[in-house]
């Protein structure tokens, strides 16, 4: 029950209810501001919206050309799920 409960919580809030495109334009428009930044320590900060919710996690998950930008990491790991995640879209 408590799962449950935790998996709803948020259903509530208007910004969950936002249709996956509109939600995708606002992810890939932040991960380009942090991205345009060469001095930020945080180039991955934008992954924080994947912590928000269940909503915005699948939202982000799924869309494909957030993740087709790998030229900046260095971890093999990262890069792998990256690449995973892109699908087919062009890098």
């Known amino acids: 029950e408590l799962n449950a409960i935790r998996t709803l919580q948020n259903s509530l809030i208007p910004l969950n209810h936002l249709p996956p495109e509109i939600l995708s334009y606002v992810f890939i428009r932040l991960a380009e501001e942090i991205s345009e930044d060469w001095n930020n320590k945080k180039k991955f900060s934008w992954l924080r919206v ?10 982000a998950l799924d869309y494909a050309p957030l993740w087709s930008c790998i030229c900046h990491f260095v ?17």
């Open 50 to 59: 994947t912590h928000i919710c269940r909503h915005w996690r699948v939202v």
């Open 75 to 91: 971890h093999p790991e990262i890069t792998k799920l990256m690449l995973e995640r892109s699908k087919n879209v062009p890098l």
